[in-house]
């Protein structure tokens, strides 16, 4: 297989209590200097009781609920040094220290283009990832398959999801990739908010590894390439 995973979304995830639209809101991050004072909004921000979204021009969101703060950017055609949401969490953590943080989550997204191919993606999925057999061939039509690794490293545990879906393209029509989704996940302990606040700075620092990681499990592990794909210019939009 010549390919290689085309990165295309980083988000990270806040894990602790007491987080909400009481504190995550538009006007009190840029007060604390969370979100710089120029960044415009590409939508009116989403306020509920359940929820705050806000959805940045330069294609980051942030999405709070209860007890977690979801950051999300774009990160096709970007380098490492240009990824900004660690140094945006660095800010909120650093404006926040006083919350029980519990855990963060690294989750990078990538595709791999098999031509479009949807029979290439199909026999990709049962015939490497998967032992041939007749659990496949129940029904009308090959089995769609999503799977799940979990794997134990050194300083967290990485989940990774393979799953084959629809790829919307410029003209509407629908072509079958490969989606790799992983789960970097660091639980935070630690007696004292100062030092679950130090662990989840630490814990953040390994963002860039994480990443550079990821991409090199997918492309030499799964994929047995070490080339590099230029992803588009865009963010796709995944079909149903």
């Keep these: 297989m010549s390919t290689a995973i085309a990165m295309q979304e980083l988000s990270i995830v806040v894990v602790a209590p007491g987080q909400g639209p009481s504190i995550v809101n538009l006007e009190n991050l840029v007060f604390n200097g969370t979100i710089p004072k120029d960044w415009e909004l590409a939508r009116e921000p989403l306020y509920t009781p359940q929820m705050v979204q806000l959805i940045f021009q330069n294609s980051i969101a942030i999405t709070a609920q209860a007890n977690r703060v979801v950051f999300s950017e774009t990160i096709a055609d970007k380098s490492s040094a240009d990824v900004q949401i660690p140094q945006l969490i660095q800010r909120y953590i650093q404006c926040f220290p006083g919350l029980e943080y519990e855990a963060i989550g690294i989750n990078p997204m990538g595709h791999v283009d ?127």
């Design 114 to 240: 098999m031509g479009g191919s949807e029979d290439a993606v199909r026999h990709y999925m049962n015939e490497t990832l998967m032992s041939p057999g007749p659990w496949q061939s129940v029904g009308e039509s090959p089995a769609q398959l999503q799977l799940n690794f979990r794997y134990t490293l050194a300083e967290s545990q990485l989940n990774l999801t393979v799953s084959e879906v629809g790829l919307r393209n410029e003209d509407e029509s629908v072509a079958k990739v490969l989606l790799f989704s992983g789960n970097f996940q660091y639980l935070i302990g630690g007696s004292s908010s100062s030092e679950r606040t130090r662990m989840m700075l630490q814990s953040l620092e390994r963002c860039g590894s994480d990443l550079s990681f990821f991409t090199e499990t997918i492309n030499t592990k799964f994929l047995g390439t070490d080339r590099t794909m230029s992803a588009p210019s865009l963010l796709p939009v995944f079909a149903n």
